[in-house]
């Protein structure tokens, strides 16, 4: 017997394909999802630029009678992280245009020279943050590795919340900051499935990445967002949509997402009173050292240790719980 999901989507006349795209970063694998609906062939997500992920891509858009990038009808991006967005130049070249939340074009587009915006604010943060010489070294390299990774591409049309994609009729763009701030999914009503791109994922917890606000002078002037509070803020609203499955930007599909919210949720409490509690016994240090202190095997890491540590000290401090104070151009904590 055909489950529910399944007798509504053969209503909508509409098919999901996903191709499992290699990308030789630690995530393993990225899911690109091949939507077909009313005639039109819309791919949303589709891999970093190299040539083993391309050849994954390709193979699997023939399964489904896909022969030339130029037959898709749209590429859709969820957010502009390089392993969903690196092959969007190659795709674009073939005629298909590029739909996104405006401000991937930051991600994107070279014109835009967002690479060069955030290389110059993480340096700033790394020093701020007091992470040590080498380590800062290694981040801003593997910086530089990623930033390889991506054809650039344009944003040819801007999706924001409550949009409906001309493309796909029966979906609805949702924002969905926090993993990365400029991201979206995708939700379609009629079946509660979401498209989340790395909103959450059922077998790692995402990172709500701390990124430079837009518009400053240089990125060295930029402040940072408060990613993991717009996470946790929109992950409450997501409790409040009635999703049955989340198809995920990387792994097997969220059945029962709601569960896993709430998990998420509460692990992030857990380890946040962690965090405090490092403060607590240690105060006056810098966000590097709970960092290390926190995570000492995981040094392999650092952009991403950082950021995480960096969340829960930003939302100690929202919270009043903490205070923090620039000393000798190293930002401190304290508790209150
Ligand atoms: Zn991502």
Known sequence: MKNDITAVSERLDRTVHCISVPTGLPVGAVNAYLIKQDGQAVLLDCGP???????????????????HYGDLSALILTHGHVDHVGLA???????????????????VDAALQGDRYRMDFYQALYTLCDMPEHLQQKAMSEF????????????????????????????????VPGHAQAAIGL???????????????????????????LGAASGAQAKRTRSLLDYRNNLRRLLELPINVVLAGHGSPVE??????????????????????LVRTSPGESAWFYTAQYFPHRMDQP???????????????ADGAICSKTVDGVLRFFIE
């Open 144 to 175: 530089l590795f990623l930033q390889q990774l991506n054809d650039q591409s344009v944003v040819n049309g801007s999706l924001i919340d409550g949009d409906r994609p001309d493309c796909l009729p029966t979906m609805n763009v949702v924002e």
């Open 303 to 317: 952009s991403l240790i950082l950021s995480e540590i960096l969340g829960f000290l930003d939302w100690l401090e």
């Open 187 to 213: 939700w379609e009503e009629a079946t509660g499935t979401f498209f989340g791109g790395d909103q959450l994922i059922g077998r790692i917890s995402s990172n709500a990445l701390v990124e430079p606000e």
């Open 49 to 67: 630029n190299r040539k083993e992920s391309e050849t994954a891509l390709i193979q699997g858009l023939r399964t489904q009678g896909v022969y």
């Open 89 to 107: 130049g190659k795709i674009q070249s073939e005629g298909v245009p590029v739909y996104s939340h405006p401000d991937v074009a930051y991600w």
């Open 256 to 277: 029962h997402p709601h569960d896993l919210i709430k998990q998420r949720l509460l692990d992030q409490e857990r380890r946040r009173d962690k965090v405090w509690e």
